[in-house]
Structures are given as C-alpha cells and as structure tokens.
C-alpha cells in the first residue's frame, strides 16, 4: 500500500533551485508497518503500508489520507480509497463496506454478525495466516463498526464533491464524532434526501373547480426503537456515558431516592434512601422473584437479537413492595414504588409516503401522535400545515382511540375529508407505509446501545440506503418518482 503521490501537494512546497526549481518536493523518509489487508474475496492477507513525508513541510502522506503537521489532521484525498485504512494496522477493502452495509440495511446484519460471518467465510485464511506478522488478522466488531461509520462518511464526502478531514489525535471512535455530528445536522428537516419526493403512488393530481392541484398522502407512526437517554421526562440533553442514567445537568440526581415522589438522598452503594420500605425494593439478598427473572428475560432476549453475549441489561424497571409493576390506572395505589435502571428515548418518528419512501425521521424522548401534534400546532398557533389534513389512520382510530377523545373524533377523524375516498374506498394504500415501518423496527437490537451521534446517523444511513433502493423500485414500476424543486416550497436549499 502506496500513498497516490510522489510529491508534496501543498502549493508552496516547491524546490526554489536546482534542476527541479519550481516543482513540488519529492516525499522522502519512508516507514513501513506490517498490516493485515481484509479483501472480500480472499479474506485477510499480510501487507505493507509506506508512508513519506515532505522535507520541508513534515506532511506525512499514507494511501488514504495525508497528516497535515500544523493542524494536526487527517485530510482524505478525495472519492473513495481500493481499501479503508480503518485501524492503524488493518485496511478494509471498500467494496467489503459496501456489501456490509447492505447487508445491514436489506437484512438487519449487526456489525457483530458482519464481522463474524466474515471470520467463518475465511476460516482457511485465518487459520495459515502468518504468525510472524505481529498483527492480528481477526475482524473484531468494533472494526467493523468504525468501518460502517468511515466508509459512510467518505461516500457522503464523495457525493458532496468535498473533502473529509478528520482529527489525526484520539482513538478512531473520538475522531470519527464531529463528523458524524456534522453529517447528522445536514440530514434535519428539509435537507433529508428525498424530502422533496412524489410519484404516482403517493401523490394525486386533482381539478377543484377548473383549478389543478394536487394531493401528496403520508404516514406518521411511531415506532419502538430508542436508545438511553437522561432520566428526567423530555430532557434531551446527551449523556457523559453510556452508563450514565442522567445528563451532566441533572447529574445531581444520581442521590435521589429511586422511589417515585421521595425526596430523600441515597446511600453510598444504594440507589434509595435509608427508609426501610425503600430499601426493600433495591435489596440485593432480598430481590423480588419477578425483578431477577425481569431482567433475567430481558437479558435473554437482548443476547438471542444481537448475539455478542455481554448486552447492557441496566434497563429501567418500575418496582414496587409486592415485585410487581405497577398499574398506571390503579389510581389507589399508594405503595412505594421505585423506578431503576436508564431511560431510554421513547420511540422514532417516521413521516412515510404511501409509496414507502420515508421523507423524515425524529426522535420523540416522550409518547407522541397525530393528535399531539395537531394540538401543539393549534396551542402556537403554527399555520405552516393549514393545507394539510392530518387525520388519524381509521384502523389505528378504531382499536386505540377511545370514543370520548373528542379532540380526535373532531379533527382527525379521517371519514371527514372525502378527498381521501374514491369510489367509495380509501384513495391510498398505506400498506407500503406499514411495511418500511416494519422494516425500520428491525434495527431495535442494533442501535439500543449505540450513544445519540452514531445511533442518528446509523438510522439516516439505513433510511438513505432504503429510499435508493425503493426510487428504483418505483422507476422499475412505471410510477414516475420526482423531486420537487424546493422553490416550490419556498425554500432554498
Ligand atoms: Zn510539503
Ligand atoms: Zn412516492
Ligand atoms: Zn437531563
Ligand atoms: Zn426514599
């Protein structure tokens, strides 16, 4: 493994005199490390990887990247490199990121079963890999999961026509953040790609009295995918650690009794106050039965989805005197009961077009619908969706909104708006909607203990893929997917 260039590509770095006067500086000083090539095709093999320098700037030059010494960053070449140099001694074959992260968005493969299907397909390769290489030829799933991020960030940079620069200090994962961050910024609201999409299958052209117009059809849902978050109700701070149960700001909070409505300060060891009712529900010689066969079952169930044996099992458990939990509608109830363990985000937020195609996405940190939303527009007083209908989807209305709801029954009642019929039936199909529903719920065991940065881009990444992957579809179908140009929205993006 070469750097591409024999020369120092900074613009003033050019010989002054002699034959060579006004050309760059030739790169000198050559190292060569021992490093272990993953190819796709004949599993992992020994290799070498030089790297140069410029004599008169020190710019260290590698295949992938080169290190500017007065910023002290990694600053990529441009498009993307035959192989990732991923860890300092292992480079990833490109195309191998590429199937990986297929694999990931069509199938739902963990980076832990990626790595591990790829340890099983080169069995041989691992076995007579040479001893004497000093480097480890395994694919661990830490790799293969700063693999998926790299890989991504490098074809976002690629599509974008600009370079990626990263941190040449820290461990890989701390380098890769605030490019991940920066990336998970430029996908929010209208910036998603596909935000703009119609075809056929979700849009309607209609004439209202001589006049053209057209109706676009979308599908909010819930669905149960989160990751931890801070403890205190909707607070959407990130947290220190992946152990953390609450945020620097709420970090007071870790001495709080976990008895719901105690005031009292815990103990050191405990997680309640000295209240001997308190205490009972956390003692550790005296568990309930259904608090260990709670987390026992949650624990199963996390090793059975994901499979890399050592899942976080820390989850919040609501508890009270009898083991048990305890009923919200039960208003009667006054035993202590204690909330332990972290919180996690409430659930994802999918707007879908009838078609599947999924024009946004947004973390909700408390429970969220239709109705919610169009109560909280009316109490701002937001008239940016006075041209859209929002009704609730009449199976969902039927077997979970109870008839009193008269807010919904009033203005989300989805008989009320006739446009939604033709010929006596409902006008969209919504099944597509349900179905890239379905799909996203798959990434639950995946992204459940990835931190805020990685778990967003993760699923923006997935939902990316997916809509690349439906657009074609719909191609394929004579549905005539299109952009709609953003002027028309009055944006400029
Ligand atoms: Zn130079
Ligand atoms: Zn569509
Ligand atoms: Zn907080
Ligand atoms: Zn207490």
Not at 110 to 127: G, M, P
Not at 153 to 170: A, F, I, K, Q
């Amino acid at each position: 493994m070469y750097p591409p260039t024999r020369v120092c590509i900074r613009p003033g770095c050019k010989y002054i005199e002699g034959r060579r006067k006004g050309q760059q500086r030739q790169l000198s000083h050559r190292t060569s490390t021992n490093v272990v090539y993953l190819s796709r095709e004949f599993g992992p093999l020994p290799a070498t990887c030089h790297s140069m320098s410029c004599s008169k700037c020190n710019d260290r030059y590698y295949p992938d990247f080169f290190v500017d010494q007065e910023s002290h960053s990694r600053a990529y070449y441009g498009g993307i490199p035959t192989a990732l140099h991923v860890t300092t001694h292992m480079f990833i074959e490109a195309p191998l990121c590429d199937r990986w992260t297929n694999s990931s968005a069509c199938a739902w493969v963990s980076f832990t079963n990626n790595a591990r299907i790829y340890n099983l397909e080169h069995q041989e390769s691992l076995a007579t890999f040479p001893r004497s290489w000093s480097v480890e030829p395994e694919l661990l799933p830490t790799i293969a999961s700063d693999a998926f991020f790299l890989f991504a960030l490098l074809r976002n940079r690629m599509e974008r026509r600009t370079h990626l620069v990263l941190s040449n200090n820290g461990d890989q994962s701390a380098r890769l953040e605030p490019a991940l961050l920066a990336r998970n910024a430029s996908m929010v609201g209208p910036a998603r790609e596909k935000w703009n999409h119609i075809c056929d299958k979700c849009c309607s052209i209609e004439e209202h009295d001589g006049e053209l117009g057209f109706i676009r059809a979308t599908v909010m849902d819930g669905i149960t995918i989160g990751r931890p978050c801070c403890k205190v109700h909707d607070c959407q701070e990130p947290l220190p650690s992946q152990r953390s149960r609450f945020c620097a700001t709420h970090s007071s909070k870790n001495d709080d009794c976990a008895v719901v409505g105690c005031t009292g300060k815990v103990t050191a060891g405990f997680q309640t106050c000295q209240d001997p009712s308190h205490r009972t529900l956390e003692d550790p010689t005296n568990r309930s039965s259904l608090f260990v066969l709670r987390r026992r079952l949650e624990r199963l169930r996390t090793a059975s989805l994901e499979g890399d044996g050592n899942a976080v099992t820390d989850e919040l458990v609501d508890i009270d005197a009898d083991g048990e939990c305890p009923s919200k509608s039960d208003e009667g109830n006054t035993k202590p009961h204690a909330r332990f363990g972290r919180r996690r985000t409430h659930n994802e937020q999918l707007v879908v077009a009838t078609c599947g195609i999924i024009l946004g996405r947004a973390t909700m940190f408390g429970s969220e619908g239709i109705d919610g939303v169009r109560k909280h527009l009316n109490a701002v007083g937001d008239t940016y969706f006075d041209n859209c209908v929002m009704p609730v989807d009449p199976f969902h209305a039927k077997t979970k909104h109870k008839e009193t709801d008269m807010f919904c029954a009033q203005y989300c009642n989805a008989a009320q708006f006739p446009d939604l019929l033709k010929d006596g039936k409902w006008r969209f199909n919504s099944s597509a909607a349900e179905m890239t529903n379905a799909w996203f719920g798959g990434f639950q065991a995946m992204v459940r203990e990835m931190r805020e940065c990685r778990y967003d881009f993760f699923l923006d990444e997935m939902i990316l893929i997916r809509n690349r992957i439906i657009t074609a579809d719909l191609v394929k179908a004579r549905a005539h997917p299109l952009e709609v140009p953003y002027e028309f929205f009055g944006l400029s993006v």
